[in-house]
């Protein structure tokens, strides 16, 4: 699909009300603070940065109240996980039975649109992320207007002569902090440990809802594909031609080797993504510590 650089900057140059959505993976491309990356894309012209980090939250909890609901309950025998697009694209394709089960759970870039459109009904919403796969997700999705990749946006960034790592060190505070869960999630098996960190508050929600679960239930049991090379798609076909065969009931799927730090539209090497956020994850809550993941 074509680059939506063009559109992006003639709606900030037209002093629309563009958000910035940057994804987990994007907040560490940069040799820069969360917030000197954010200052920068203020300086750029956005009117706000919410990052993705926030609907990740959402993804967890809904993801985690789902497999209770179906998989922990026994109405089904599994469940994959939604976040990654060309997964998802890829499982309808080659292992439709498998694909059945795929979480209907909305990813952490919808969620993030969601709760955007929410404050601000007039906003032209923009993920900045790791893949052009995901500007393929982005059409499908009501309140997702653009897609960037980070080598986009440095592209924009050395054009307007702005160095993120050069901008104030300042929290813009105009959100809540995402939490540590939440902005992992672009590490392979880091949303699957995010969905069982929120089993306790969708167990909660469940019961908020007058409706019980039950006793003996399935607890998580984990299999975890990154990448999606030749060896992982035999395995899946051979799963999907004997779904009894499947040796765990929720499988994280991410097609970039080491998950979204590993995707092709990044500029940072994996290995130095993954040194930043363990530099960031201190300075963020526990999810389990907020107290209202629902709104920004």
Not at 79 to 99: D, I, Q
Not at 218 to 235: C, G, M, N, V, Y
């Amino acid at each position: 699909m074509p680059s939506q650089i063009v559109d992006v900057l003639r709606k900030i140059r037209q002093k629309l009300n563009v958000v910035a959505m940057p994804a987990p993976s994007l907040m560490l491309q940069f040799d820069a603070t969360t917030n000197q990356l954010k200052q920068a894309l203020i300086k750029l012209g956005f009117s706000d940065v919410v990052e993705v980090a926030l609907g990740a939250d959402l993804t967890s909890i809904n993801e985690a109240e789902e497999f209770l609901e179906n998989v922990a309950t026994g109405k089904q025998p599994l469940m994959t996980t939604s976040c990654c697009p060309a997964w998802v694209r890829a499982v309808s394709l080659h292992a439709p039975n498998l694909g059945t089960y795929v979480s209907s759970t909305g990813s952490p870039m919808k969620y993030t649109g969601d709760l955007v459109k929410q404050r601000y009904p007039d906003a032209i919403t923009v993920f900045i992320g790791p893949c052009t796969a995901k500007r393929t997700e982005g059409i499908s999705l009501e309140n997702v207007d653009h897609v960037l990749t980070a080598e986009e946006l440095l592209c924009i960034f050395q054009a307007a002569e702005i160095d993120p790592k050069t901008m104030l060190d300042e929290e813009l505070g105009t959100t809540r902090i995402p939490s540590q869960e939440g902005s992992q999630y672009c590490q392979t098996q880091n949303v699957t440990q995010a969905v069982i960190v929120a089993v306790p508050k969708a167990s909660e929600r469940i019961k908020s809802k007058s409706q019980e679960l039950g006793e003996d239930l399935k607890e998580i049991q984990p299999i975890f594909i990154s990448p999606l090379d030749k060896r992982a798609f035999k395995q899946l076909r051979q799963w999907n031609d004997d779904i009894s065969s499947v040796p765990g009931n929720l499988i994280e799927v991410m097609c970039c080797d080491g998950g979204c730090v590993g995707g092709s539209g990044n500029i940072s090497a994996p290995q130095t993504s993954v040194a930043r956020l363990k530099t960031i994850l201190p300075k963020r809550p526990l999810f389990n510590d907020i107290e209202d993941i629902e709104n920004l």
